[in-house]
T-cell receptor, first 114, second 110 residues
């Protein structure tokens, strides 16, 4: 069974540009999460989808970040316009639809904003 | 979710058991203890979780004190591949977010 995949693995963009990160969860997992780690900080939660609905987006830093999950399959996280402080590693995770189900993480996308 | 406290780092000899402590003195009755680890440059990996009984799986054992205010993750025979940051997370057993702290950097040496 394929794990959680993320694309791209690494992205370098200039301040003010737009970047879209993609996450493909494990097939059949209704729950999809986005997290990020900025330099020197702890891993922080961004948001949680249940199928195509946003269950919890309390961690989204500001309105420059837009997450979508059309059709309840893959998800995208768009940053527009990117700022220097957005640099970091963005992780996606998915889990099955039962309480306490473990979250399976992808390898992350390293975003560098210059 | 309850806050956890872990030592920032610890060393362990290869082949020996690694005992990783975690304090969660404000844990509520419906909160579970989860352990994840992050091997350098990879995504976090689930290890084990429990409520009040001790748990064991193929990766590790979890020992939770009777008052549930602390727990210990045991890696029975540490290998070099167990070098990672280990996170103790307490949360309600739902499908919600994980709140990562600083974790414990474990270095396994030959």
């Amino acid at each position: 069974e394929a794990g959680v995949t993320q694309f791209p693995s690494h992205s370098v963009i200039e301040k003010g540009q737009t970047v879209t990160l993609r996450c493909d969860p494990i097939s059949g997992h209704d729950n999809l999460y986005w997290y990020r780690r900025v330099m020197g900080k702890e891993i922080k939660f961004l948001l949680h989808f249940v199928k195509e609905s946003k269950q919890d987006e309390s961690g989204m830093p500001n309105n420059r970040f837009l997450a979508e999950r059309t059709g309840g399959t893959y998800s995208t996280l768009k940053v527009q316009p990117a700022e220097l402080e957005d640099s970091g590693v963005y992780f996606c995770a998915s889990s099955q639809d039962f309480p306490g189900g473990e979250q399976y993480f992808g390898p992350g996308t390293r975003l560098t904003v210059t | 979710d309850a806050k956890t406290t872990q030592p920032p780092s610890m060393d362990c000899a290869e082949g020996r058991a690694a005992n990783l402590p975690c304090n969660h003195s404000t844990i509520s009755g419906n909160e579970y203890v989860y352990w994840y680890r992050q091997i350098h440059s990879q995504g976090p990996q689930y290890i084990i979780h429990g409520l009040k009984n001790n748990e064991t799986n193929e990766m590790a054992s979890l020992i939770i004190t009777e008052d549930r205010k602390s727990s210990t993750l045991i890696l029975p025979h540490a290998t070099l591949r167990d070098t990672a940051v280990y996170y103790c997370i307490v949360r309600v057993d739902s499908w919600g977010k994980l709140q990562f702290g600083a974790g414990t950097q474990v270095v396994v040496t030959p």
